[in-house]
């Protein structure tokens, strides 16, 4: 049996999400696992050249490009035509990968849509079941609960950040073919993005981080929330908060993990002053390893946490930024 | 300016689970379900508050489930919807998210729909298909996780914003128009008690799935679900917190950090 994969990058300002590399290594695995098949990366977008670049050394065995200056902000409808001109180009049996960043997951069902086949999103497993049929696994209800869906025709499958490997080893110089994006539908038309905010440039993206340090309520003022930004500093990570932050004016919105906010995954979570409410474990429970620093010992985030320091959030913090910037 | 709002009648997240004898999903005995999904209330107040602000026409609410859907649909009538709509499944009916956007688009179609609003995702299978979905097969530009929107009448536009990975985006886009919603401007409106008692008399129909799905003609994907669930299954709970103990911070930190270098390896 034989799969082809198509990955669909995502790509912002010029730059490759992580993500991205992750979707190109996990189509090579899958490729194996299904005895065979091409990897063709797939590249949307404008002003590409630098990335395709990127790409056709990341071990695909060809890079599609649709390159256009239509598709110079993500206009998911545009998208999807371009994705419809790539998917043309690969044989079946075919499943599509998409990193599940906003884009991604946005991207995908109105892929769905319009060429069939079914839809996983933000699969933390993917396999090759009996049949030769894709097989995603993901979680639901917050993380309480796991489902194994059966993909039938065209698997489309978005890959939550962090939860595949990049494989180190992946290299190459596959060909690159561009693309004409034809005409776009009038459901394509008209989007025009008016600004974009960078939050934080000096602070890693949320969802793909690693670590992320979060401080909620118990962090007191929005001045003591600098201690937050220290400690992630030293250990290069994410920050986060919890809405309380948000609602008090502590922080800006972009930096809310929970229900209204991001869900993240990283290897390291870690809670000053946040008590757990279940609006914010749905945002966290797919992290690797929880800490949780808190005053109340009843508070409920010690039950899904790995480790817990029953105490004072603002003399913790100090105490681990000056810990771990002693040492390399 | 007509506004149609799909809703998920869902479990309550702190609710306990058990899997259900098939494996595939959850047992809804003992189940307590919410009244509506929380971003679908979100998405029910964000367009209750442009109808007032902006003086439209009517709010109508769609729901797609099983005959206890019907309560989630009173609490939007409740919360000032004008219609509500439920496409009724039979008991044990499993759907997957593409097919259920395939069916709202059905229903849609015969509503005035100048916008279309969704939730971003529902609470219990996360999926967060709909809307995007919605908007191919209804042949509309989708917007999703919008977290603010702001309609102008005069240009037939839309203005919104919504958080990509590393930045806010201010944009704005024509309408008619699917949104998806991340979270609303306010908070969701508590119905009142006459306002309850006033839900009990709106209009809310029923339509049977077979009726829905013998009227979809040849959308992409067809009239059965092209996922199946091939198990459900409940992870082990975490065991609690291991907690670290210590005479000073300085103390505590040092044995964290280790916890994290040496027995987690996370460091």
């Given at each position: 049996m ?33 005895g ?22 990341a ?22 035509t ?84 990049v ?23 008209g989007?025009?993005?008016e ?44 920050v ?89 | ?76 009538l ?36 100048d ?16 809307g ?13 996780f ?16 919504r958080?990509?990975e590393?930045?806010?985006?201010v944009f ?96």
């Amino acid at each position: 049996m034989t799969l082809n994969v198509l990955v669909l990058t995502d790509q912002r300002g010029g730059q490759l999400k992580r993500s991205s590399l992750e979707a190109l290594s996990e189509a090579r695995r899958l490729v194996g696992k299904a005895g065979g098949g091409q990897v063709v990366a797939g590249l949307i977008g404008q002003g590409l050249d630098k990335i395709a670049d990127e790409v056709k050394r990341a071990g695909p065995s060809k890079v599609l490009v649709v390159d256009d200056e239509r598709l110079k902000w993500f206009c998911v409808a545009a998208y999807a035509t371009a994705a419809h001109r790539l998917i043309e180009k690969v044989p079946a049996p075919l499943a599509i990968l998409v990193p599940d960043t906003t884009l991604g997951r946005e991207l995908a069902s109105r892929i769905c849509a319009q060429v069939g086949g079914s839809v996983a999103t933000a699969a933390t497993e993917i396999s090759v079941g009996a049949q030769g049929e894709v097989v995603a696994k993901r979680k639901v209800f917050g993380g309480r609960a796991t489902e194994t869906l059966g993909l039938k025709g065209i698997a489309i499958i978005t890959l939550r950040p962090n939860a595949f490997a990049v494989d180190p080893a992946a290299q190459g110089d596959a060909p690159v073919e561009k693309l004409p994006l034809g005409d776009l539908p009038p459901a394509a038309q008209g989007l025009i993005v008016e600004s974009v905010v960078s939050t934080k440039g000096d602070t890693a993206d949320l969802t793909e981080a690693n670590i992320v340090v979060s401080g909620g309520r118990g962090m007191k003022s929005a001045e003591n929330f600098v201690l937050v930004e220290n400690l992630a500093k030293v250990m290069g990570a994410a920050v986060g908060a919890s809405r309380a932050v948000i609602d008090s004016g502590w922080r800006p919105e972009s930096m809310q993990v929970g229900q209204t906010g991001k869900t993240i995954a990283p290897q390291l979570y870690i809670a000053f002053g946040i008590s757990g409410a279940i609006q914010h474990l749905v945002g966290i429970n797919n992290s690797r390893c929880i800490v949780a620093v808190n005053k109340d010992p009843a508070a409920p985030i010690f039950k899904v946490a790995d480790y817990g320091v029953v105490g004072d959030a603002l003399t913790i913090l100090p105490a681990m930024t000056q810990a771990l910037s002693k040492k390399p | 300016m007509d506004v149609v709002v799909c809703v998920k009648h869902v479990p309550d997240p702190e609710t306990k689970l058990k899997v259900a004898a098939s494996g595939k999903t959850y047992d809804p005995d003992g189940v307590k379900f919410t009244i509506a999904n929380t971003y679908d209330e979100a998405t029910v107040e964000e367009a209750l508050r442009m109808k007032e602000e902006f003086h439209f026409g009517a709010v109508r609410s769609v729901s797609v489930g099983p005959s206890r859907s019907e309560e989630g649909l009173r609490a939007t009538l409740a919360m000032g919807v004008d219609e509500a709509t439920l496409v009724e499944t039979p008991p044990g009916t499993v759907l997957d998210p593409m097919l259920v956007s395939r069916i709202l688009a059905v229903v849609i179609k015969d509503m005035p729909h100048d916008l279309v609003m969704v939730g971003k995702q529902a609470q219990d299978d996360e999926a967060g298909e709909v809307g995007s979905a919605l908007g191919e097969y209804l042949q509309l530009p989708s917007y999703s996780f919008v977290t603010g929107l702001t309609p102008d009448a005069a240009s037939h536009r839309l203005k919104m914003r919504r958080y990509l990975e590393g930045g806010e985006e201010v944009f704005s886009g024509p309408f008619p128009a699917v949104i998806s919603l991340q979270k609303g401007v306010k908070d969701p409106r508590t119905p009142t008690l006459p306002n309850i008692l006033k839900a009990r008399k709106k209009p809310l129909k029923k339509i049977p799935l077979q009726e829905v799905l013998s009227k979809m003609g040849n959308m992409a994907g067809g009239t059965t679900p092209t996922s199946d669930i091939a198990s459900f299954a409940l992870p082990p709970p975490r065991a609690g917190a291991k907690i670290i103990e210590g005479q000073t911070p300085d103390e505590i930190a040092e044995k964290l950090i280790k916890a994290l270098k040496e027995e987690a390896k996370v460091l």
